[in-house]
């Protein structure tokens, strides 16, 4: 794909709760030195403001479709045609059919009816709406006709019900059109670390200490870096998952063993450590360890494990530039969590709350706090594969935004 001097998009914004998101997605375009011509729709209006779609692009807004000005010089076929990509965020169940239906009753769907540009449309609407048979159709028809979709991601949406039909985050967004318009995926050239798994800690050849850990998050981590264009080595302690496609897989026993691995997996540009790592292990015993009474409790000498995540995150000219922990708790989550990541020199920490109610640790969802220097984000209960996919766009976020010289605070 040859690029322009200057990538452009053309956002349409339409008319849902979730508009308000496309503010923050013009911001981060910018950033990215992506130019953005915004067109609104009239039931966009209500909810997000021209004014405010102007100020955050630097552009004009345009909503008229029966503009003298523009029209005067076929304004509609010269936006259709002037940007690398449209973007449709929100798209509602309502633009959708009238995108399938190939309407041209307002500006957005002139507009979209008579490019030639790529479409990439992010769906947003109550989950009732997107399971209808009506809206399956017309997303089949989109998706025939070469529309992109990105998203819509499970989770609780403004009207309190719960289900596919949210819309994907902006950096979720944001990392799906970089990897657009770049014509390659968003990590191609850097390199990974991940950690997975429980470790098992021997107490003699039959027995070991261990944890609930499945590994599934730390799987579908890899499994998103990978299909992000990063080469990534996993390290990952005992699990009963298959190696995950596209990845080099390091099995390993003991926290000993995983942080011997992780070493030889430096340098990296990124490192994930979330793996549930034990903080003992136990000088295990050459033979099995006899009950000789009934009564008999052996002792077990607790020794500490090395510290893998505090290890990478210090500084040295083989740290990663990312180093993002995890941070499995119980109670006072975000607090525990923030503190951690003070104490360990981590970047980033993922926190969540493993109580035994939650079903997280070995389920498949999870419901996680992001922690940095800048404070803490709440992300909602969706699928672990979700959660993977949702951090590394946010990793491809960070890697191609310049940084300060300390993320530590």
Known sequence: MTRRAERSILLVVCGGIAAYKALELIRGLREHGIRVRPVITEAGSRFVTPLSLQALS????FSDLFSLTDESEMGHIALSRSSDLIVVCPATADILARMAAGLADDLATTVLLATDTPVLVA???NVRMWEHPATQANI???KARGV???????GRMACNETGPGRMAEPETILAAIVNRLDGEPPLTGRTALVTAGPTHEPVDPVRYLANRSSGVQGYAIASALAAAGAEVTLVSGPTTLPDPPGVRTVRVETAREMQAACTAALPCDIAVCAAAV???HVIPAPQKIKKTTPDAVPTLKLVPNPDILATLSQPSPMRPR???GFAAETEHVAEHAGAKRLRKGCDWIVANDVS???GIMGGTENEIMLIDATGCEHWPRMDKTQVARRLVARIAIFLHTP?????IA
Do not use: C, K, Y
């Open 58 to 61: 630097g552009e004009r807004v």
């Open 123 to 125: 769906p947003a609407m």
């Open 140 to 142: 089949a028809t989109l």
């Open 148 to 154: 992109e979709f990105i998203g819509p991601e499970v």
């Open 278 to 280: 034990a903080d003992w």
């Open 322 to 324: 990312l180093v993002v």
């Open 356 to 358: 035994p109610a939650t």
């Open 403 to 407: 940084q300060p010289d300390s993320e």
